[in-house]
């Protein structure tokens, strides 16, 4: 693909997702990552596009609120995430889901589904599924965030203690083989911990971008969650982590699972 084509591409990529991470440009372009930070460099100093931290994104997009703009972010890969877990869960049982874009895709999901008990700390995803369908909502209490209009705290990880859940679901930042389950936030990952303990089913659900990544707080090892559900199959080191701590591996969009 000559300079200008992928200019173009890269344009198209962004109108529809709105930003894209430089990693994953590179991966669906088929370059390196110094050759897309070559491509976006032009893009960038004319205006055309905005530089993010280890993204790039449209002009227009730059007034969204964080939280909305990581939704456009692999937003396919989420929804195929989410629709494959969906049909994991029955009419009338339980979920506890932690905030992530992940998770509120999942929620959009559920959206067909009847008489669910919900436990969660999102009020993106307590308000889509609340009143609905028969649908009980439970959310946790404490301070909302700005950027994605969630509670964390000791009153939050207190409240969610209480419950008992057929699926407790978390979406996360980093994924190693070493390390295991990690995210960026002390009290995000807290709450993530505490989540994973409350479900006779604890999955983790990450789109591959997050694969190899090393975050500040670590969440849990391997063995400390039952599946992990992606879109692509993970690195060796990673697959073979999972399958020595018993978390099966299930791919969205194929029928391979270990």
Do not use: W
């Amino acid at each position: 693909m000559i300079h200008s084509k992928r200019h173009g591409e890269i344009l198209r990529l962004l109108q529809e997702e709105g930003t894209v991470t430089i990693a994953s440009l590179a991966d669906r372009l088929g370059v390196s990552l110094e050759t897309v930070r070559r491509d976006v460099k032009p893009l960038t100093s004319d205006g055309s596009i905005l530089k993010m931290h280890g993204a790039v994104g449209l002009p227009s997009m730059a007034g969204e609120a964080p939280f909305e703009r990581r939704m456009r972010e692999n937003a396919d890969a989420k929804r195929t995430i989410a629709r494959m877990v969906a049909a994991t869960i029955r009419d009338g049982e339980s979920i506890m889901l932690d905030t992530g874009t992940t998770t509120s895709f999942l929620a959009r999901e559920l959206l067909g589904h009847r008489r669910l008990t919900v436990v969660t700390n999102s009020s993106d995803i307590a308000r889509t599924l609340a009143t609905v369908n028969g649908n009980k909502v439970y959310m946790a209490g404490g301070e909302l965030r700005s950027d994605s209009g969630a509670a964390f705290g000791v009153s939050a990880i207190e409240f969610v203690s209480r419950f008992s859940v057929n699926h407790a679901v978390i979406s996360t930042g980093a994924v190693d083989a070493v390390t295991g389950v990690m995210d960026y936030d002390l009290e995000e990952a807290e709450f993530a911990r505490m989540v994973l303990s409350r479900g006779q089913r604890s999955l983790v659900v990450t789109d591959h971008t997050k694969f190899g990544r090393q975050g500040l707080v670590q969440v849990c090892g391997l063995d400390g969650f039952s599946e992990l559900v992606t879109d692509r199959p993970p690195p060796r080191a990673i697959a073979a982590a999972l399958g020595e701590a018993g978390a099966r591996l299930s791919i969205a969009g194929s029928e391979s699972a270990t």
